[in-house]
Nanobody, 126 residues
């Protein structure tokens, strides 16, 4: 089993920044993809960004391009989400997820991810 633990959420004013972390422990895989999703009240879980295990490829939701940056540290088993220029519409619970590599590219669908963290709340005030 893989355990994913997110941290770094909180309350921030519009235009501010937050950095989320997701630490993985337990069973490890040599190749995998990591992603961040978010879910606002009353809405479906939404893909935000993903990264390959090597960090060589990333994928972003259009509305966060240029504002959010995903990165990873394999040695620490941790993936980060740097969020800048935050907007009230970014308010949500943010989840990290891990997908075992199956030879296919980065995926936006939540159903393709195998392990999930418990989530961390991000609230952006206007």
């Amino acid at each position: 089993q893989v355990q994913l633990v997110e941290s770094g959420g909180g309350l921030v004013q519009a235009g501010g920044s937050l950095r989320l972390s997701c630490a993985a422990s337990g069973r490890t895989f040599s190749t995998y993809h990591m992603a961040w999703f978010r879910q606002a009240p009353g809405k479906e879980r939404e893909f935000v960004t993903a990264i390959t295990w090597s960090g060589s490829m990333t994928l972003y939701l259009d509305s966060v391009k240029g504002r959010f940056t995903i990165s990873g540290d394999n040695a620490k088993g941790t993936v980060y989400l740097q969020m800048n220029s935050l907007k009230p519409e970014d308010t949500a619970v943010y989840y990290c997820a891990l997908r075992r590599y199956d030879g296919l590219g980065l995926r936006r669908s939540a159903s393709t991810y195998d392990y999930w963290g418990q989530g961390t709340q991000v609230t952006v005030s206007s």
